[in-house]
């Protein structure tokens, strides 16, 4: 199977709502095939300002546009109790007329949300552990009529929706996995997996990904599945940006950002996520890159 080629921004709500709201309409205008948006308590990185909620504006984004794909690029599973994340998520969908796609991943323990919250902060392999049964009651939710679960970490009696998604069966999953355990909880229940690369140098991100994409197609054969069936999601993250005051190195020029896509594709990539610019003398690559370069891209 093979799939058509995506690109999709990742945009940061670390903005006043208008700027916020213009920037994704501006996203759509431009061609993009899905927004998406991060799942975080406050600008983790250091940056203070506005930060909004991701299911929040989510909808109101949904609301302002027609087109777009919208994904949660990822949820984090310790932020909220999985049966009311798929309520979250079916009201996105219906809000959205059948848009949403739903990343979710485990979150890292250096996020400050949890503290700042007062959320547990589970340690890396409660987080691995929890992950399938989260996707599960997820899954069931969206998908029958009325769930009971007696589960190691979760517990349901007689929850119900009250009606199925926009979407049938449910919107696409999305699985944010680096290790192998997660790459086989991608394979078990994904449409998309997603991964990115913190590598400072982009030889050792691509070596990286390739590695996990070999592991990701051994998980998906041990089960039965075929890999050809499982899109391929990398978040095309720039370990410079931040020294470099918010400058991303694939805007600077166009052919450096073709040879970067080619090499990525080259490796059986199917799905391409960009950072929308932080620095504003960016913004006219961006748009040159959407609607010039990534036409004959697709």
Same mark, same amino acid.
């Not at 199977?1 to 208008?18: A, D, H, I, T």
């Not at 949403?100 to 547990?120: A, F, Q, W």
């Given at each position: 199977?093979?799939?058509?080629l995506?690109f999709?921004?990742?945009?940061l709500?670390?903005?006043?709502w208008?700027a916020l709201l213009?920037?994704?309409?501006?996203?759509?205008?431009?061609?993009?095939?899905?927004?998406?948006?991060?799942?975080h308590?406050?600008?983790?990185?250091?940056?203070?300002?506005?930060?909004?909620e991701?299911?929040?504006?989510?909808?109101?984004?949904?609301?302002?546009t027609?087109?777009?794909r919208l994904?949660?690029?990822? +949820? %984090?599973? @310790?932020?909220?109790e999985p049966?009311?994340? #798929? !309520?979250?998520?079916?009201?996105?969908d /219906?809000?959205?007329?059948?848009?949403l796609?739903?990343?979710?991943?485990?979150?890292?323990?250096?996020?400050?949300?949890?503290?700042?919250?007062?959320?547990p902060?589970?340690?890396?392999?409660?987080r691995?552990?929890?992950?399938?049964e989260?996707l599960?009651?997820?899954?069931?939710?969206?998908t029958?009529?009325?769930?009971?679960?007696?589960g190691?970490?979760?517990?349901?009696?007689?929850?119900?929706?009250?009606?199925?998604? +926009? %979407?049938a @069966?449910?919107?696409?999953?999305?699985?944010? #996995? !680096?290790?192998?355990?997660?790459?086989? /909880?991608?394979?078990?229940?994904?449409e998309?997996?997603?991964?990115?690369?913190?590598?400072?140098?982009?030889?050792?991100?691509?070596?990286?990904?390739?590695q996990?994409?070999?592991?990701?197609?051994?998980?998906?054969?041990?089960?039965?599945?075929?890999?050809?069936?499982?899109?391929?999601?990398?978040?095309?993250f720039?370990p410079?940006?931040?020294?470099?005051?918010?400058?991303?190195?694939?805007?600077?020029?166009?052919?450096?950002?073709?040879?970067?896509?080619a090499?990525?594709?080259?490796l059986?990539?199917?799905?391409?996520?960009?950072? /929308?610019?932080?620095?504003e003398?960016q913004?006219?690559a961006?748009?040159h890159?959407?609607?010039?370069?990534?036409?004959?891209?697709?």
């Amino acid at each position: 199977m093979r799939f058509p080629l995506r690109f999709s921004v990742l945009l940061l709500p670390n903005k006043p709502w208008p700027a916020l709201l213009a920037d994704a309409r501006r996203i759509e205008d431009l061609g993009f095939d899905a927004l998406c948006l991060a799942d975080h308590f406050t600008d983790w990185t250091g940056r203070k300002g506005p930060w909004f909620e991701m299911w929040t504006h989510l909808a109101a984004i949904a609301q302002a546009t027609t087109r777009i794909r919208l994904t949660t690029l990822v +949820a %984090q599973i @310790p932020l909220r109790e999985p049966a009311m994340f #798929a !309520l979250q998520a079916l009201t996105a969908d /219906h809000v959205s007329g059948g848009r949403l796609e739903i990343g979710l991943g485990t979150g890292l323990e250096v996020d400050p949300s949890y503290r700042m919250m007062g959320v547990p902060n589970w340690p890396a392999k409660e987080r691995v552990a929890r992950f399938p049964e989260y996707l599960e009651i997820v899954h069931r939710l969206l998908t029958e009529k009325e769930v009971t679960h007696q589960g190691r970490f979760y517990r349901l009696e007689g929850a119900t929706l009250g009606q199925p998604p +926009a %979407q049938a @069966p449910r919107p696409p999953f999305t699985v944010a #996995a !680096l290790g192998p355990v997660m790459l086989g /909880h991608a394979a078990r229940w994904a449409e998309t997996w997603n991964s990115l690369s913190f590598a400072k140098d982009p030889e050792a991100q691509l070596v990286e990904t390739a590695q996990r994409m070999k592991t990701l197609d051994a998980r998906c054969e041990a089960i039965g599945r075929d890999p050809a069936t499982l899109r391929r999601s990398y978040l095309m993250f720039d370990p410079t940006a931040r020294a470099g005051g918010g400058r991303i190195t694939y805007y600077e020029s166009e052919a450096a950002f073709r040879a970067m896509v080619a090499r990525i594709t080259a490796l059986g990539i199917t799905d391409l996520v960009l950072y /929308h610019p932080v620095v504003e003398a960016q913004m006219p690559a961006f748009e040159h890159m959407a609607t010039k370069v990534l036409p004959t891209l697709r």
